[in-house]
T-cell receptor
């Protein structure tokens, strides 16, 4: 049973537009959420995170939104750039353990 | 070298072989992790070490044997693996087990024939 779900395996967005990546979770004990980005032949790199006591966290072009009642997390990238093309993983933490989603492959079209 | 390094990057082994994966972190972290990523599946946590002590074994078969001689090095010893063990094996580290931001190595792509 997957506790963290990324239902869109892939997403294509025009350069300069907004990219929105979504993540749903089922475990109400999750108290911290993270997004990781992965390029081919590299390990995932930490991008941005949010605590369950917040509903928004912003870092430059990246904003993460948390809707606890819907158990939904989203990552907004604006404006999207070609270098943003990668696989994005959502992760959630409970009891010092991270649970990952399956990832969404984002392709930015020049 | 900086960050988290893993060797080898690619490994092909038969089911009767014994091999080891190595991970080294240059970040001064105290917690280290092994993850497995199979095709179209999420990253699965295998083992956690905090200050060289194993604190988590996520029901991993005994054909996978971790070793953490110090806070900077982590090994995964492999023996009598099965073809379904073919996957990307990722090592990660963090300041401590309670620190959620983990830093990953590039992974070892393992193929069991």
């Amino acid at each position: 049973d997957q506790q963290v779900k990324q239902n869109s395996p892939s997403l294509s967005v025009q350069e300069g537009r907004i990219s929105i990546l979504n993540c749903d979770y089922t475990n109400s004990m999750f108290d911290y959420f993270l997004w990781y980005k992965k390029y081919p032949a590299e390990g995932p790199t930490f991008l941005i995170s949010i605590s369950s006591i917040k509903d928004k966290n912003e870092d430059g072009r990246f904003t993460v939104f948390l809707n606890k009642s819907a158990k939904h997390l989203s990552l907004h990238i604006v404006p999207s750039q070609p270098g943003d093309s990668a696989v994005y993983f959502c992760a959630a933490s409970a009891n010092e353990k991270l649970t990952f989603g399956t990832g969404t492959r984002l392709t930015i079209i020049p | 070298e900086t960050g988290v390094t893993q060797t080898p990057r690619h490994l092909v082994m038969g089911m009767t072989n014994k091999k080891s994966l190595k991970c080294e972190q240059h970040l001064g972290h105290n917690a280290m992790y092994w993850y497995k990523q199979s095709a179209k599946k999420p990253l699965e946590l295998m083992f956690v070490y905090n200050f060289k002590e194993q604190t988590e074994n996520n029901s991993v078969p005994s054909r996978f044997s971790p070793e953490c001689p110090n806070s900077s090095h982590l090994f995964l010893h492999l023996h009598t693996l099965q073809p379904e063990d073919s996957a990307l094996y990722l090592c990660a580290s963090s300041h401590g087990q309670g620190f959620y931001e983990q830093y990953f190595g590039p992974g070892t792509r393992l193929t069991v024939t």
